[in-house]
């Protein structure tokens, strides 16, 4: 199978990772997206503010790779403070709508002790199908 590194332009080099793969069937695995901007700053320290960058940041991923927030199929989000996402539920589907649309593809939570980069308060992964090359 030929895969395809994925990196949006004008981004920092991702070291260690990759941000995105593309499989030769059109599948597009998107690296976990943290709430830092292209140039690797955290800008927000909200939950809020970094969960619409790392949306922002996924979807930069997908239109790199010639997709859309349409082909997401699969999220899986990693939250380190529970309560936080349970109080901002509205807002958490206001903010997800406004950057990914009315997509809604299969997602899970988890909830975890810490995230590699220390200002992080969530991360996301996906998964995408962007249709055969």
Do not use: C
Request: no cysteine; charged share 20%; aromatic share 10%.
């Amino acid at each position: 199978m030929n895969n395809t590194v994925i990196h949006p332009e004008g981004w920092a080099p991702a070291k260690g990772y990759a941000n995105g793969v593309l499989g030769g069937d059109g599948t597009l695995y998107i690296g976990g997206q943290i709430g830092w901007t292209a140039d690797q700053v955290f800008v927000e320290h909200s939950f809020i503010g970094q969960m619409e960058q790392v949306l922002r940041n996924i979807l930069a991923v997908l239109e790199a790779a010639g997709g859309t927030a349409e082909d997401l199929v699969r999220l899986t989000w990693f939250v380190k403070d529970k309560k936080e996402y349970m109080a901002n539920q509205g807002q958490i589907g206001q903010t997800y709508r406004r950057v990914l649309g009315r997509n809604f593809p299969a997602m899970s939570l988890v909830v975890v002790a810490d995230l590699l980069e220390d200002e992080a308060l969530l991360e996301v992964e996906g998964t995408a199908f962007l249709g055969e090359k």
